[in-house]
């Protein structure tokens, strides 16, 4: 299995002198292609701020980077990894627009032309089970519902990597097992997809490694 992305010496502190805090200080952190991890640790080990840093939304220290065996500097975030990789946030944010809108938003940002576009969205819809919900805003939606339509606006992006941030913490019953369902379809794919959460459902999907956050270093596990 060929690396996508490592990251050696990556280092989140906040404060400076001696109220300095470091968060963590991950020696190594590999992510392969077309993988599966579960982001695991305790609340406030910094799983949310590690997606939010690889996402360029956060800014930390970093010795050497490697994207797809090309070196790289994190800081300015490079148009290597913008491209490449899309965030789900747990409470997802949804423009005041149309359901099929907003999916195709990130594609139209990019210049796709139109037809292009209204393809995409329509599969990443039929996908999701979204297509009913094309033309509702947003606003009207259940919690199932925002993370699918995330979902669906993440996939049309085609990411090389995935990082989804608690993406069943809110769910429960049929919508939790429908946002389950399409993870493993992701990563079949092609895309590499990093999940932190504390789902054991989530944890336990054929082929998804468990990386863990604890004390400020990253431990490799296997999931059973």
């Given at each position: 299995?060929?690396?996508?992305?490592?990251?050696?010496?990556?280092?989140?502190?906040?404060?400076?002198?001696?109220?300095?805090?470091?968060?963590?200080?991950?020696?190594?952190?590999?992510?392969?292609?077309?993988?599966?991890?579960?982001?695991?640790?305790?609340?406030?080990?910094?799983?949310?701020?590690?997606?939010?840093?690889?996402?360029g939304l956060e800014p930390a220290e970093a010795g050497?980077?490697?994207?797809?065996?090309?070196?790289?500097?994190?800081?300015?975030?490079?148009?290597?990894?913008?491209?490449?990789?899309?965030?789900?946030?747990?409470?997802?944010?949804?423009?005041?627009?149309?359901v099929a809108r907003n999916i195709g938003y990130g594609?139209r940002a990019r210049g796709v032309d139109q037809k292009?576009?209204?393809?995409?969205?329509?599969?990443?819809?039929?996908?999701?089970?979204?297509?009913?919900?094309?033309?509702?805003?947003?606003?009207?939606?259940?919690?199932?519902?925002?993370?699918?339509?995330?979902?669906?606006?993440?996939?049309?992006?085609?990411?090389?990597?995935?990082?989804?941030?608690?993406?069943?913490?809110?769910?429960?019953?049929?919508?939790?097992?429908?946002?389950?369902?399409?993870?493993?379809?992701?990563?079949?794919?092609?895309?590499?997809?990093?999940?932190?959460?504390?789902?054991?459902?989530?944890?336990?999907?054929?082929?998804?490694?468990?990386?863990?956050?604890?004390?400020?270093?990253?431990?490799?596990?296997?999931?059973?």
């Amino acid at each position: 299995m060929s690396a996508l992305l490592v990251i050696e010496q990556l280092r989140k502190q906040f404060g400076s002198g001696r109220e300095a805090r470091t968060l963590f200080a991950i020696e190594r952190l590999t992510i392969d292609a077309a993988s599966a991890y579960a982001l695991t640790g305790v609340n406030g080990a910094g799983k949310s701020t590690l997606l939010r840093i690889l996402a360029g939304l956060e800014p930390a220290e970093a010795g050497t980077v490697w994207f797809d065996g090309r070196p790289l500097a994190l800081s300015p975030y490079p148009a290597a990894l913008r491209a490449a990789v899309a965030y789900v946030h747990q409470h997802p944010i949804m423009f005041s627009t149309s359901v099929a809108r907003n999916i195709g938003y990130g594609l139209r940002a990019r210049g796709v032309d139109q037809k292009l576009v209204q393809s995409a969205v329509d599969e990443a819809m039929a996908w999701a089970g979204v297509d009913h919900l094309r033309h509702s805003d947003p606003v009207s939606l259940s919690g199932g519902e925002k993370q699918r339509v995330a979902l669906a606006r993440a996939k049309v992006l085609r990411p090389r990597l995935l990082l989804l941030d608690e993406p069943t913490s809110n769910l429960d019953g049929a919508a939790r097992e429908q946002v389950i369902a399409l993870i493993p379809t992701l990563i079949k794919a092609g895309s590499s997809v990093i999940m932190a959460c504390h789902d054991p459902d989530l944890i336990g999907l054929p082929g998804v490694q468990r990386i863990k956050l604890r004390d400020g270093h990253i431990e490799y596990r296997q999931t059973p």
